[in-house]
């Protein structure tokens, strides 16, 4: 009688294993979502290196009283230029949003928003990742939602645009403000 070796089970066995992780995440309840343990979560502190000649961000500016946005983000990003115009637009509706620049070269940053306008009401520079990993961070662009004292309420990995966007971030940040 031939004797079935214990490593032609190995592969089925690592191909269900495949196949039950991603049946688990695909029933999670948002499985497009990333989550934060930040959420419910005062902000973690922001370096305060600034970058170049720009307004650097103050303990203060996290719970200013207003619903405030921080925004990750690198001149080397193509997501982060394509959200470029609407962090100007939000900026323009008094929106204040905060700046992280991480893992980037100082004169490149600091170009870029001379160049195509600065929406950030405060500007950090975090060239090695601390920050950005404090936050949990995974990729620029990532954008959090701070209430007025500085409590995290929602986290969104992408850039500001399209459905994902429409759908997921303009209803919390509306629920944020109290807009609904």
Not at 18 to 23: D, W
Not at 37 to 53: C, D, K, N
Not at 61 to 88: D, I, R, Y
């Amino acid at each position: 009688m031939a004797r079935i070796s214990p490593l032609m089970l190995a592969p089925p066995l690592i191909f269900a294993g495949f196949v039950l992780m991603a049946g688990v995440g695909m029933f999670r309840d948002d499985p497009t979502g990333l989550p934060s343990t930040l959420v419910g979560q005062s902000a973690p502190q922001i370096t305060e290196r600034t970058l170049g000649a720009f307004d650097g961000v103050t303990p203060e500016m996290l719970a200013g009283g207003q619903v405030t946005l921080v925004n990750f983000w690198a001149s080397w990003c193509p997501p982060c230029h394509a959200e470029h115009p609407k962090l100007l637009e939000m900026a323009a509706e008094g929106m204040p949003i905060i700046g992280v620049n991480f893992k980037d070269q100082e004169r490149t940053a600091s170009g870029y928003l001379e160049e195509d306008g600065n929406p950030f009401v405060g500007v950090a520079f975090d060239p090695q990742g601390r920050t950005a990993i404090d936050w949990g961070v995974t990729a620029p662009p990532e954008t959090f939602i701070l209430d007025a004292d500085g409590t995290v309420l929602f986290r969104f990995a992408g850039p500001l645009l399209g459905s994902d966007y429409e759908q997921r971030f303009l209803p919390a940040l509306a629920e944020a403000l109290g807009e609904n």
